[in-house]
């Protein structure tokens, strides 16, 4: 038997789960629509990802790439990698994007969700890696889905970019 014991939820339990995850989510959406918080017009010469996602973004890529010494030049690069994957998803998953990043720039939800209390480009790496730990690690499918949503993309992202090929000792695409 493992020393790590998984807790079983009950029916009524999982219930009450899903309908507070949904509330939360529902509620957070529909503040940042009303707010102002949350435009649906993506930022300038972008196509997916608006003006509020690229703070989050910006600090979430440099901690999890870890020190590169082309990270503070390519950020803006792999940001535009990462609207361009984007723009080529379906809308459904551009909805899906939007909704966890403004989950993520609401005050309120952000420090519950994330334990970064303050806005995104003021936290620590060590902030962040532990935002992204907890979601990895969470109970809660929908927070695992957005870990490695996050994750996926922006590595994705990252590691698209020529200058990033050096430190994963790839030589490139063959010539042809």
Excluded: N
């Excluded at 994007?97 to 334990?115: F, N």
């Amino acid at each position: 038997m493992s020393s790590i014991t998984q807790a079983r939820l009950s029916r009524r339990e999982l219930l009450k789960l899903g309908a507070g995850a949904s509330l939360v989510l529902t509620t957070a959406g529909m503040t940042a629509t009303l707010t102002g918080c949350s435009s649906s017009e993506p930022a300038t010469d972008y196509q997916v990802l608006r003006t509020s996602d690229l703070p989050i973004l910006g600090a979430i890529l440099p901690a999890l790439v870890g020190p590169h010494p082309a990270m503070p030049a390519q950020i803006p690069a792999a940001l535009r990698q990462l609207d361009w994957s984007l723009a080529h998803m379906s809308t459904q998953i551009h909805q899906d994007i939007h909704e966890m990043l403004d989950l993520l720039s609401m005050g309120i939800t952000r420090g519950p969700m994330t334990g970064i209390w303050g806005r995104f480009e003021h936290a620590s790496p060590e902030q962040v890696l532990a935002f992204l730990a907890r979601w990895r690690d969470s109970r809660l499918a929908l927070l695992r889905e957005g870990h490695a949503a996050l994750t996926q993309l922006l590595l994705v992202a990252w590691y698209a970019l020529p200058a990033t090929w050096d430190s994963i000792e790839y030589p490139g695409p063959p010539a042809i």
